[in-house]
């Protein structure tokens, strides 16, 4: 059973950094793609990046191309979105998912909410100006 638990949120200045981590506790999600969303009030649940399971396909929404970086270390069962150059409109509560259908696909990332079975309970990210 995969159990996704945020870390690494907080509070930062407008240029500074963060680096969120996403460990699975129950252990199974290594070979799974994964993904960062992050979702502010009122507004529906965007994608931010997403990692194929063999690590080989990287996805980034447009707004944070070059500023974050997402990877994953399948030993420890960890997921990172490493966070640079924030901006006050990366403000959000940030959550990370995981899917465990089609399991055979290596080289996929998905970029849908409905992509994905699992769901961390999100942490928050504000970024002051």
């Known amino acids: 059973q995969v159990q996704l638990v945020e870390s690494g949120g907080g509070a930062v200045q407008a240029g500074g950094s963060l680096r969120l981590s996403c460990a699975d506790s129950g252990r199974t999600s290594s070979s799974y793609p994964l993904g960062w969303f992050r979702q502010v009030p009122g507004k529906e649940r965007e994608i931010v990046a997403a990692?194929?399971?063999?690590?080989?396909?990287?996805y980034y929404t447009a707004s944070v191309e070059g500023r974050f970086t997402i990877s994953r270390d399948n030993a420890k069962n960890t997921v990172y979105l490493q966070m640079n150059s924030l901006k006050p409109e990366d403000t959000a509560v940030y959550y990370c998912?995981?899917?465990?259908?089609?399991?055979?696909?290596?080289?996929?990332?998905?970029?849908?909410?409905?992509?994905?079975?699992?769901w961390g309970q999100g942490t928050q990210v504000t970024v002051s100006s």
């Open positions: 998912a995981a899917r465990s259908r089609e399991s055979y696909r290596r080289f996929t990332y998905y970029t849908g909410t409905k992509d994905y079975d699992y």
């Open positions: 990692i194929s399971a063999n690590a080989l396909s990287i």
